[in-house]
């Protein structure tokens, strides 16, 4: 019997929860995409933020030594780590910029970066070895403004045999062919001992590549070595242009089924979808989608300082 002016409460059937249930799954499932999106974005806008800073740098090193800084400085001889000039194409190879001294050019530009307590305890006379001997060594820096957003990094400090190295995402220009030093073609901006001043950037600087990034993560990587252990700012010697500099032998994004691993390591690339971010010779930096073999001959005129063709933006 009810009680006169009782209320009974209606609750929500088995159905009713159901399709409520429902609604929301599909409205999680409209809004993380976007939500995704969103955060990509975001991270594509660091990315840009982080290369404009190394553009600066590079370009307050220029106006300090009047050129850029080398793509990898590396003594010419036959020393342990040295370019041993049998080893260099038949054009030669440039003599080092810094007599004696090591370094890629993430090293040289340290001082603009607020960088310079670390910089100044780098023995730079001495191969990359001397300060990346344990995971809390110099070398084994973890430097956040080497490092994309959107890059793959499973560690931040990289383990090569007994030594560690700083990881990076970004790799200077050095031409249509950066590495093995064998097949250099010296052509770019940043390649081993480059010395290239704005003068000789007879393209304009607005028109060509000083730096990019390259993805360390591909799926159809076969080799025994990951990917991303092929990288490190400190990592100076003849064969470290895999690990420092990129090329545009191929276009970018491409895969190690398609183009070899060789080719692999210094393919210019990113975790953003339909291309990657480049800073250019006079700072500014441009999303480039060169992803398919038609593109390869603008990227290539891009990456060339002194070809004669010039794209226009």
């Given at each position: 019997m009810n009680t006169r002016g009782e209320t009974r409460i209606r609750a929500f059937t088995l159905v009713e929860l159901l399709v409520v249930i429902a609604i929301i799954g599909i409205l999680v499932a409209l809004l993380l995409p976007a939500v995704q999106s969103a955060r990509e974005a975001a991270r594509r806008i660091q990315c840009v933020n982080k290369q404009k800073q190394l553009g600066l740098a590079c370009i307050l090193y220029?106006?300090?030594?009047?050129?850029?800084?080398?793509?990898?400085?590396?003594?010419?001889?036959?020393?342990?780590g040295?370019?041993?000039?049998?080893?260099?194409?038949?054009?030669g190879c440039p003599e080092p910029p810094t007599p004696?001294?090591?370094?890629?050019?993430?090293?040289?530009?340290q001082p603009y970066l607020e960088l310079n307590s670390l910089h100044t305890q780098l023995d730079l006379t001495k191969r990359e070895y001397?300060?990346?001997?344990?995971?809390?060594?110099?070398?084994?820096?973890?430097?956040?403004?080497?490092v994309c957003p959107s890059d793959f990094v499973e560690e931040k400090v990289m383990r090569y045999n007994n030594y560690y190295f700083g990881v990076n995402s970004y790799f200077g220009n050095g031409g249509t062919r950066a590495w093995p030093v064998s097949n250099a073609t010296f052509n770019g901006v940043l390649f081993y001992n480059s010395k290239i001043s704005a003068k000789k950037?007879?393209?304009?600087?607005?028109?060509?590549?000083?730096?990019?990034?390259?993805?360390?993560?591909?799926?159809?990587?076969?080799?025994?070595?990951?990917l991303a252990n092929y990288r490190g700012w400190a990592w100076t010697n003849y064969n470290s242009g895999q690990d420092v500099l990129c090329d545009s032998a191929w276009p970018i994004n491409g895969t190690s089924a398609r183009i070899g691993a060789t080719s692999r390591k210094t393919n210019f690339g990113s975790g953003h979808s339909g291309?990657?971010?480049?800073?250019?010779?006079?700072?500014?930096v441009q999303f480039l989608s060169f992803e398919s073999s038609g593109d390869l001959v603008t990227l290539q005129r891009m990456s060339m300082r002194d070809d004669g063709e010039i794209i226009p933006n």
């Amino acid at each position: 019997m009810n009680t006169r002016g009782e209320t009974r409460i209606r609750a929500f059937t088995l159905v009713e929860l159901l399709v409520v249930i429902a609604i929301i799954g599909i409205l999680v499932a409209l809004l993380l995409p976007a939500v995704q999106s969103a955060r990509e974005a975001a991270r594509r806008i660091q990315c840009v933020n982080k290369q404009k800073q190394l553009g600066l740098a590079c370009i307050l090193y220029h106006d300090t030594k009047k050129a850029f800084p080398p793509g990898l400085s590396v003594p010419i001889g036959n020393g342990s780590g040295e370019i041993s000039q049998s080893s260099c194409p038949s054009i030669g190879c440039p003599e080092p910029p810094t007599p004696e001294l090591w370094g890629s050019w993430l090293t040289w530009i340290q001082p603009y970066l607020e960088l310079n307590s670390l910089h100044t305890q780098l023995d730079l006379t001495k191969r990359e070895y001397a300060y990346c001997v344990g995971p809390d060594s110099l070398g084994a820096t973890f430097i956040e403004a080497y490092v994309c957003p959107s890059d793959f990094v499973e560690e931040k400090v990289m383990r090569y045999n007994n030594y560690y190295f700083g990881v990076n995402s970004y790799f200077g220009n050095g031409g249509t062919r950066a590495w093995p030093v064998s097949n250099a073609t010296f052509n770019g901006v940043l390649f081993y001992n480059s010395k290239i001043s704005a003068k000789k950037i007879t393209d304009g600087t607005s028109n060509t590549l000083l730096a990019g990034e390259r993805y360390s993560f591909d799926e159809t990587w076969r080799d025994s070595t990951p990917l991303a252990n092929y990288r490190g700012w400190a990592w100076t010697n003849y064969n470290s242009g895999q690990d420092v500099l990129c090329d545009s032998a191929w276009p970018i994004n491409g895969t190690s089924a398609r183009i070899g691993a060789t080719s692999r390591k210094t393919n210019f690339g990113s975790g953003h979808s339909g291309g990657a971010n480049f800073v250019l010779c006079d700072g500014s930096v441009q999303f480039l989608s060169f992803e398919s073999s038609g593109d390869l001959v603008t990227l290539q005129r891009m990456s060339m300082r002194d070809d004669g063709e010039i794209i226009p933006n």
